[in-house]
């Protein structure tokens, strides 16, 4: 079970891929760099051009640009811009039609809740920026005791 959908994964891998080439980029040129079908590259792009992440420009030497604000992007904005949305349970979602069958007494669901919060707060706190250049740093995973130095991390 991936957290994020095909959608947005192919969104990042499109916009890391324009990150890297500043002077833009074709459909069949990402496609192919990736393995992917030019059809699904194009409408990833056309969905990044009506969201207002790429621009596109015609002609022989036409392509697709990443817009200057992209990198400082996080990832929750994307995903909501992407009209997405991102639920770790359905009793995660503060409105709406999709409630479980056990409703108000499932023994989970404020925990689950608690956890789809700090899981958003990941999300709204890494930006595109820092998937297009990540910085080595040691992985704590949000643990307490590894963050604390009571668990040794390799170096």
């Known amino acids: 079970m991936a957290l994020l959908n095909r959608k947005v994964d192919y969104s990042i891998l499109v ?11 074709s459909a069949r ?3 192919e760099r990736y393995g992917l079908s030019q059809a699904f590259v194009a409408n990833i792009l056309k ?11 015609r002609g022989v030497h036409g392509g697709y640009v990443m817009e200057p604000h992209v990198p400082t992007v996080n990832l929750a904005e994307l995903i909501a811009a992407l009209d997405e949305t991102f639920q770790l349970a359905e ?13 108000a007494g499932c023994p989970v669901k404020e925990p689950l809740t ?11 706190d ?17 643990l307490p005791m590894v963050e604390a130095g009571m668990i040794p991390v390799a170096s």
């Open 91 to 103: 009793c995660s979602q503060a409105v709406g039609d999709h409630q479980c069958a056990v409703g």
């Open 47 to 57: 969905l990044l051009c009506r969201k207002g992440f790429v621009s596109s420009h």
């Open 15 to 25: 916009l890391s891929h324009l990150n890297e080439h500043r002077t833009g980029a």
């Open 114 to 124: 608690h956890v789809h919060l700090r899981l958003q707060a990941v999300l709204q």
């Open 126 to 142: 890494v930006t595109l920026a820092e998937l297009f250049h990540p910085v080595a740093q040691p992985l704590t995973l949000g």
């Open 29 to 31: 040129g990402i496609a």
